[in-house]
């Protein structure tokens, strides 16, 4: 047989045809079995039937491909003659597990069978082998159970009500109470069920249990369940699943046997202390049933010592091996230690960073691993408000952490309520199913979102991540009548207007108001960022409109501004009359005394900038928005207008709201996003530029008097054409030039451009003439390139898209490599083409994500620039950038 | 002296240094002048002074390049030589004349000094020549007062009061009722008064004044009047001036001597007849000013058979030459014809036509050449309504013909009034001074637009193409009193609601309803067409929602259909209310039978358009708007649903028209642009393009049963990423194939996209994998690569933009070709790499406009495809491009 045609992977003896990278292949179990074989650790043998026949076994109409059987039949002789028991050997039969093992983790969604190769014979060599009549008798029983539940496809309760009746007949209180006459009363009544129900019988023959068992796991593969798992993580449908078979071994027969799971370190703070639980006596679903309470792991060195010491000899040798935290499951059979399993770890994002610190300290990874271990993404968590760990939390349930953050708020049902009472300052909870476009202003005014149903991609997630407002969704437990206004959850009602807490970074649920911390870097995370930093080539600044905000940015290690927005300036509540007045002006006259009360508010607001990041670079864009924006709501002043007319009592307030809307239906635009905005408004209104360039530099002049040191970067934005960025530069480079005069002042500045329309990207050759710097606005480059606004998409049609798998991701959130990325090369190149030591940044929300991140660091980009508490995750990336380009 | 240095160049005595080739060097005028003179023909002789000399002069602070005057001397000298006359010679003095000649004719904008040379000595030596005094002091008075107000900058009207007053001393009727001592006075007088009001001499030097006339004339270059002129006409404002220095010759000596103009043919009907005027004993202006009736030049042939058969003789070797119609000034000196300049003639579009395909039938020229000599913007006065020429018409004025078309209406000054009655059905002519923004709606309701000010880039006319509406730009003539409501035009008075008629397309303005003639194509234009034909590779095809456009298209050459509109048809009166039932639908079952309702009514749409086509291929475009598009007007029902609630009178009425509200909220877009639409509804709601190709495959398979033959395209608009393709391809394909199955009918067809959207440019590798064919949407790719809105830009910011030169021309009307065009390049190499056979076409409105399809042809696509008036414009355009490719 051609190495190609091999199906089957044996593990035993201290030998195993697999090994870990061949994960892909085996499965991660059946790889990890064989992983521990090799390295000597005792391991029930056994063999892997490979995830491949399980794809060719779907493409060929559920038939097996040829030579499968003869290979099993193979790898059954050599477990026979390893373990020297044979199948349905009277006397001494050979038990198997059949288990499912797929690429990656799938828990609980596919089936098992065990006990199999017991029968009406082999039944009565495994007593008298064990000397535990009972024992042989209730694992048939329940071999039987499993056989026609998951073979025959039958349903579970029905076996149940059985075993429910026969407790009755035998007054028994509960299933441990059965004696062997009533278990093998129990055997011949699955069967006969069995019979009638399906019209099978049960087979007696092992090899018939076997393949039919296999054939059942293979088949599980594409239950639904395992399918709406798979579309919910990602995992695609053809990569199929392993087989897995292997030796029976049990904890259940006596006081010298046990069973349990264990991590190498605690995987919920990262200390190094094994953490685990374990049973005497049990089989491993009494463990996760929770009907018997586990003890920790520490005292097994108590009742088992010598299983003890092996076990924590294979941890030392497990994370020696894998460089890793290790998950594993293990049963002690008569005093034998047997490991079942092994896999990575998983861990909270704070774990993740002090076992990746620690591990550098005892000399066991080098720091390129350390900071390629932690997932970036991870780090949201770490960098949000969450619930406080030490704090005594009433959980109520746990959902999908489907976007990070803490909050506490009033359960509401309704989107229009939630909306009226969020918008009117109250704090609630918008509790749904599931949401829909026409929730989006009711999760805008809430705190937090919290769903029933729906996965990391449902419309809740997809928008409440855009909106980086908390949600935890499809949190199954939790049932909602909208009727009553309440919800259940594990036997309690909870009733609209009661307090809850969501935590989005957990997904935990809890009653009332939790206490909430801020988030912290502990010396941890220092370290992880000051290796990042070390490797990284990527530099990192942050988006600011404020003093406060860039102190914070700062404080997460941000290298400068890349993008501050002045228009939000213009929103603060003393200003925006005077912003009215401006956009209203009937003449330039008129504007300009308007523009002459902003700019000592604009100065003001450049100057805390400016000390807040001292010598570091400042990028400042120049008015973006369209003017209508800075107005009252159309559709308001339109009905009052309305009214006003027929009431006809107020002819003067009429008139004065008339002209109001008058003016503002001049402005109105049916695009607004497409429309009188950006560098089009420099160009229009030039005083508008003018002032806000005088307010910069009379800002840093201001303090380089004071004898500090400033590094200002003005910025254009919208440019279509380079003739907008000559002519809106030229207006700039005076008001600079005449400022800096009048103060006597010298001062490095530059004045570049947002790169944010397609066509600044096909012509960034010449825009690059006159551009200092170009800086890619990603967020209205998306809008653009997909021809769709973030507006009218997210919460509509692209959250169904990215639900439908129509769309792997929200372009919005993760920069869309293969459209704007190509748009975003286009312009690197022909700018460098022009100016070739041309600054290139980027300052849309992509800056802080972390694929997006690797993007510009392979696209050359010389920084990215995002919101403050995103600055470490940007760090994290831009090094793990480099060390994969390394590789 | 080096070639390179050589700012001089003479013509004369048989040969010159110049010739029709160096035109950037010498201007036109001095171009030709040179190349006349090579050709043996009669030219006063003289000298060019190249346009690079103003160049420099202008950039060196107004000095003149080192070796000018030197080289000005020389030819003076060789001038002198030649003539045997000197400069300043008392008995026979050399006379000149200076004027300017740029690269391209600017009429009337520069200056001219004539009889230079003259002074109180020399005077009397022309007196003497001439045996004329009276005509040697005349002379003299006109260059001293030309001298004055040119070189002087002195106000000519002064001068023409000192003459009034002599003529009053003298009681002399007109001018040339002075005597020769009245003329010598008025000489001294103007002396006095220049030398009163500049404090300057008048130079007797003949050399001073030779410097002096020829800085004035370079100074010209930059005078207002000129730079406007530049402005508004695209000419770059660093081609400079050239200035020609030239022999004077005199057409006013006696009855022997005369002057004119002619065409070689007539510039209005091409017809091959010599066309012009002509006067005895007159200078050229008295031709011009209208003081005396010219003569039709036939008439020259009675009284000066020997110089008209001289110029019978010039027109047949110029056109020889030129091998193109020329437009010629002429002067005869005591008998002696002199030709003063020869230019190519502008003609009109139908001369234009028939002069080519005459000159081709003469041998002339060949197709190519003739092809390639009609300019196909200009075919657009032959495609639109006109003034019947034949009609007698009562002109009042003469504009710009600054947008196609002819219409006649009542005169409306006010936009508000013309959007209203215009909107009520009347016919309006809006006349406003110029337009902006604010008078869109008005002109939109108008029939055409008339303006008095501004140029071919003015607002109005920008805004007017960009609406396919007849307008007439910059007409100065008229002279608007909004107050009063009226116009004055040529000493009347036109109000308000009286009736006028423009005509876009030659400018010209009448007064009352003008009988107007529709399009026609005679058969020189068809004899260009089917030439074009011959030469182009590029198909052409049209844009048609309805059998008649179809019909039309086909009479003017179109191959097939690029582009139907299927929403077009949603609008129609008895389909509007169930489309909008389908629209507002709560849930699929509901929309299923709005839908089913309009099939057969598509249906029915789709055969009368494939019976107008044949076999010819029709592209039929999928529903693309955003579905809001179809209901009522948002701000008239809020204003409606506030009325009803105040009144409180009919609760039944307001929950209806709330409901419809409410759904209308729910499918607002902030950008309906970019919002749910194109195959986004189609991902959606898969039913409404199901329905859609049901109706194509129905109406082409009943076709096919009647044993016609039909070839039908779907097209799917707005694809962003291939997933969306693939899925309504499926949609379509799947409808389309179960109805050929139900009719039992096999047909070819193709199912493509368009891309008009970056990023379907950047992804068309991928696209191209599913779409059959492409169809570049450059309307919409041109929004989405600029990053605004038709809808808010063209008659605001870029109406302002074009006016004031920010950009060149309209991306709407002409294809950008470094931004989109750059896009569609990058579009069509990916397409190909995938599917190198693949089709593609372009459906936006620039297939049919010259330069774009020139650039289509360029960029390797397959067809244009444009609306059917434009479809000759498309076709010749291609022609050329082809030829354009040969050279």
């Known amino acids: 047989m051609s190495e190609e045609q091999k199906y089957v992977y044996f593990f035993g003896g201290g030998e195993a045809d697999g090994r870990t990278g061949l994960k892909n292949l085996l499965g991660g ?77 799938m828990p609980g969604m596919m089936d098992t069978v065990l006990n199999l190769g017991l029968n009406d014979v082999t039944v009565k060599g495994l007593a008298k082998q064990t000397g535990n009549e009972r024992f042989a008798y209730d694992s048939y029983r329940r071999f039987v159970q499993m056989y026609g539940n998951v073979v025959l496809g039958m349903d579970g309760s029905d076996f149940e009500e059985i075993i429910e009746e026969k407790k009755e007949e035998y007054n028994a209180e509960v299933d441990t109470d059965l004696g062997v006459e009533a278990l093998k009363e129990l055997v011949e009544e699955f069967k006969a069920y069995i019979k009638k129900e399906t019209g099978v019988e049960f087979p007696e023959d092992p090899k018939e249990q076997l393949w039919k068992a296999i054939t059942a796991v293979f088949g599980s593969w594409n239950n639904e369940r395992a399918i709406s798992y798979r579309n919910l993580n990602d995992i695609p449908h053809h990569w199929g699943t392993a087989v897995n078979v292997q030796t029976m071994v049990y904890g259940n027969m006596g006081e010298n046997c046990g069973t349990g799971v264990a991590f190498t370190r605690n995987p919920s703070t990262g200390e190094k202390k094994y953490y685990g639980e374990y049973l005497k006596n049990a089989q491993g679903e009494d463990v ?99 619930i406080d760990p030490d704090a005594d939390v009433d959980i109520l349930a746990v959902g999908l952490d489907a976007s990070p953050g803490a909050a506490s708020g009033k359960v509401v049902f309704d989107s229009d309520e939630a909306a009226e009472r969020g918008d009117a300052g109250e704090e609630v909870i918008l509790v749904r199913t599931e949401t829909s476009p026409e929730d989006i202003h009711g999760m805008a005014a809430a705190q937090g979102v919290l769903t029933s149903r729906g996965g990391m991609t449902s419309h809740a997630a997809v928008v409440a991540r855009g909106m980086g407002k908390p949600a935890v ?48 870097m502990d010396e941890n995370f220092e370290q992880i960022m000051e290796w990042a930093d070390q490797f990284r080539t990527l530099g990192v600044r942050t988006n600011a409109d404020t003093p406060e905000d860039a102190a914070k940015a700062i ?131 030039p005083e508008i530029y003018a002032m806000q360039v005088r307010a910069i530099f009379e800002a840093a002049g201001e303090l380089v008097l004071e004898g500090k040191e400033v590094t200002p970067e003005v910025m254009i934005p919208l440019v279509s054409d380079i003739s907008e960025l000559e002519i809106t530069k030229e207006v700039a480079k005076k008001a600079a030039e005449e400022v800096l005069e009048e ?122 620039s995002c919101s403050p508490f995103r600055v470490p995750i940007a760090r994290l990336s831009a090094a793990q950038a480099q060390l994969e380009d390394k590789e």
Chains 1, 2 share one sequence.
């Open 29 to 105: 179990k059946g790889a990890n079995l064989a992983e521990m074989t090799n390295l000597g650790i005792n391991v029930p043998p056994g063999f892997t039937i490979t995830t491949e026949v399980c794809t060719l076994y779907y493409e060929n109409d559920e038939n097996y491909p040829e030579g499968l059987e003869e290979e099993v039949e193979e790898n059954l002789d050599r477990l026979e003659n390893l373990m020297g028991k044979d199948f349905g050997d009277p006397d001494d039969p050979l038990l198997v597990s059949v288990r499912s093992g797929a690429r990656e983790s």
């Open 288 to 386: 996760v049933s929770g009907v018997r309470t586990p003890k920790d792991i520490s005292e097994l060195k108590n009742d088992m010592p010598k299983a003890y010491d092996q076990l924590v000899e294979i941890f030392e040798k497990l994370e020696q091996h894998y460089k890793d935290v290790q998950d594993v499951e293990f049963t002690i059979q008569q005093g034998e230690l047997f490991m079942l399993q092994t896999r990575t770890g998983k861990r909270t994002a704070s774990a993740a960073v002090k076992i990746a610190v620690d591990m550098v300290d005892e000399g066991l990874i080098d720091k390129e691993t350390a900071v390629q271990r932690i997932e970036p993404k991870k780090l949201d968590q770490l960098l949000h408000k969450r």
């Open 473 to 520: 969704a499809g949190c199954e437990d939790i049932d909602v009548d909208y009727e009553k206004e309440q919800f259940f959850v594990d036997g309690r009602t909870i009733k609209k207007d009661e307090y809850i807490t969501i935590d989005g970074g957990n997904g935990e649920v809890s009653y009332g108001v939790a206490p909430t911390i801020d988030p912290e």
């Open 555 to 685: 404080e997460y290690g941000a290298e400068g501004i890349g993008l501050t927005r002045t228009e939000h300036m213009f929103f603060a509540e003393d200003r925006l009359p005077i912003v009215q007045d401006m956009i209203l002006a009937a003449d330039k006259e008129t504007r300009k005394e308007a523009l002459d009360k902003l700019q000592p508010m604009q100065k003001e607001d450049f100057k805390g900038i400016f000390e807040a990041m001292g010598a570091r670079p400042v990028t400042i864009r120049l008015l973006d928005p369209p003017l209508h924006e800075f107005l009252p709501d159309h559709d308001e002043l339109l009905v009052e207008v309305t009214e006003l007319k027929i009431k006809g009592n107020d002819e003067e307030k009429l008139k004065e709201k008339q002209n109001m809307l008058k003016a503002m239906e001049r402005l109105e635009e049916v695009n607004p996003m497409l429309g009188h905005r950006g560098c089009r408004l420099g160009v229009s209104y």
């Open 743 to 864: 103060l006597g002042v010298e001062l490095d500045y530059s004045i570049g451009t947002m790169i944010e329309l397609p066509r600044a990207c096909v012509t960034a050759d010449k825009i690059a003439k006159e551009a200092e710097f170009f800086s890619f606005g990603t967020n209205d480059l998306t809008q653009t390139t997909y021809g769709f606004s973030r507006d009218d998409a997210e919460g509509k049609f692209l959250a169904q898209y990215i639900e439908d798998n129509i769309f792997e991701d929200n372009p919005f959130q993760v920069l869309d490599q293969p459209g704007v990325g190509e748009l975003m090369k286009i312009g690197v190149e022909k700018g460098r083409s022009t100016r070739n030591d041309l600054k290139v940044g980027i300052c849309g929300e992509h800056g802080g994500e972390p694929s997006s991140v690797k993007f510009c660091h392979r696209a050359g980009l010389d920084y990215v």
